[in-house]
């Protein structure tokens, strides 16, 4: 797939298999965030899963990018109806962070440097779809895009993907985070529609 000549000739619009319904394909790579975007030293960066029984799993840095890695393309697709084809990653597997991790929740509250939230279900943490990544088109993320690391939950809307995000609150039930509170969708599965409470 050429995602070079698909834009060629400027139709945006155009119908396209992989494009979710009432998407559009964006050529640049929006910059959306709800506050300002957060500066954390690598030094002082950490990342943690918190059980439901209050056990804290953290990796610094240096622990963090120790873990094996993978490299991933994936398709990512903005409520605001902007979707990016292609788009190439590394980072680390949620499979492999939650490997020594006991849980009886099933659900996350993904947590961000800055206070940002969201909710999401375990199972759409595991099995190879979500990672933590740190690179973006192979450099280091730019913070502008949620460097150090962010969540990256490409089958769900990109609200989802928690930039800056320092960690994982496991509960029992599912609660909403800052934009679902805000009447987005608690899900947002972007292939039926789910922008808004109800839809
Ligand atoms: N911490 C944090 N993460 C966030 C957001 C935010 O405002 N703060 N915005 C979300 C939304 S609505 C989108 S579409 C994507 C945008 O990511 P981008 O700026 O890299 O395109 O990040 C998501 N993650
Ligand atoms: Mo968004």
Redesign the pocket.
């Given at each position: 797939m050429s995602i070079i000549s698909r834009g060629f000739g400027g139709r945006r619009r155009e119908p396209s298999p992989d494009l979710p319904p009432g998407q559009y394909l964006a050529h640049d790579?929006?910059?959306?965030?709800?506050?300002p975007t957060p500066r954390i030293p690598l030094d002082r960066w950490h990342f943690s899963i918190v059980t439901e029984t209050g056990e804290k799993h953290t990796w610094n840095w240096a622990e963090f990018t120790a873990l094996p890695a993978e490299e991933f393309t994936v398709d990512i697709h903005?409520?605001?109806k902007w979707s990016k084809l292609g788009t190439s990653w590394k980072g680390v597997s949620l499979d492999t962070l939650f490997e020594d991790v006991e849980t009886a929740g099933d659900y996350a509250m993904a947590h961000?440097y800055?206070g940002?939230t969201t909710n999401v279900p375990l199972e759409d943490l595991l099995d190879g779809k979500a990672w933590i990544a740190y690179e973006y088109d192979g450099e280091p993320l730019h913070p502008?895009?949620?460097g150090p690391a962010r969540l990256l939950i490409p089958h769900l809307y990109?609200?989802k993907?928690?930039?800056?995000v320092d960690g994982l609150r496991m509960m029992h039930e599912d609660e909403p985070g800052f934009?679902e509170d805000a009447g987005y969708h608690m899900y947002g599965d972007p292939w039926r529609e789910q922008r808004y409470h109800g839809d």
């Open positions: 790579f929006p910059v959306l965030s709800a506050g903005c409520v605001t961000s800055g940002y502008e895009h949620g990109f609200w993907s928690a930039k800056w934009w």
